[in-house]
Every structure is written in C-alpha cells, then in structure tokens.
Nanobody
Framework: QVQLVESGGGLVQAGGSLRLSCVAS????????MGWFRQAPGKEREFVAG????????YSADSVKGRFTISRDNAKNTVYLQMNSLKPEDTAVYYC?????????????????????WGQGTQVTVSS
C-alpha cells in the first residue's frame, strides 16, 4: 500500500505561485508513474500533469501548459507541482496520484483509472 499526503495549497492572488508537495509512504515510488489531478466545485476531476516512472517524460493539460511543472525527488519519495501565473480558474482541490499497474507503459498517464493510489487533496484558491 502507498499512502499519499498533499500539502502546499492555500489562498493566492491571480498571477502568484504555489508549490504543491506530495509525500509518499509505505513504499518507495521510484518505479511509479505519478500525476496530479484537480476538481473544482460542481465539476468532474480533471487531469493536470503526469510524470513517467523514470522521470524522463512529463505531460501537462493544455490549460496549464507553460505554467505548471511536475517533478519528483525519489530520495525524498516526493512529487511536486510548481504552479506559476495562477488564474482564478485554477481554483480547485488538487490530488496527487500514483500508478504501479500502468507505470510500465513508460509514459505519463492521463486517465484517473490508470492510477492505483490517491491522496486526500489540498485546496488551492486563486483570487482575482
């Protein structure tokens, strides 16, 4: 079992930055594909960014491309989401996810069903 705990969310003004962290415990995640998703009130959970197990490949949703960056530090068993130039429409609960089942594909995973473990989420609110 892998437990994921997100942190770093909060209230920020439009144009500001936040860095979310996702600390894993229970197992080392160096062989896991990792991802970030978000869910705004009244909307479905959506993919934000993904990272292959090797860390060599990343992919981001068009809505955040060029503003958000996903990265990992295997020594700390942690995944990050650096969010810059935040917009009010980025307001959501952000979830970290880990995949062992599909990590062998070798590319970032974009679909929620491809992930085996999820964190509890951290709230990000961007004011205009």
């Amino acid at each position: 079992q892998v437990q994921l705990v997100e942190s770093g969310g909060g209230l920020v003004q439009a144009g500001g930055s936040l860095r979310l962290s996702c600390v894993a415990s229970g197992r080392t995640i160096s062989s896991y594909a990792m991802g970030w998703f978000r869910q705004a009130p009244g909307k479905e959970r959506e993919f934000v960014a993904g990272l292959s197990w090797s860390g060599s490949s990343t992919y981001s949703a068009d809505s955040v491309k060029g503003r958000f960056t996903i990265s990992r530090d295997n020594a700390k068993n942690t995944v990050y989401l650096q969010m810059n130039s935040l917009k009010p429409e980025d307001t959501a609960v952000y979830y970290c996810a880990a995949s062992r089942s599909f990590s062998g594909i070798g590319r970032p995973l974009q679909r929620a069903y491809e992930y085996d473990y999820w964190g509890q989420g951290t709230q990000v609110t961007v004011s205009s």
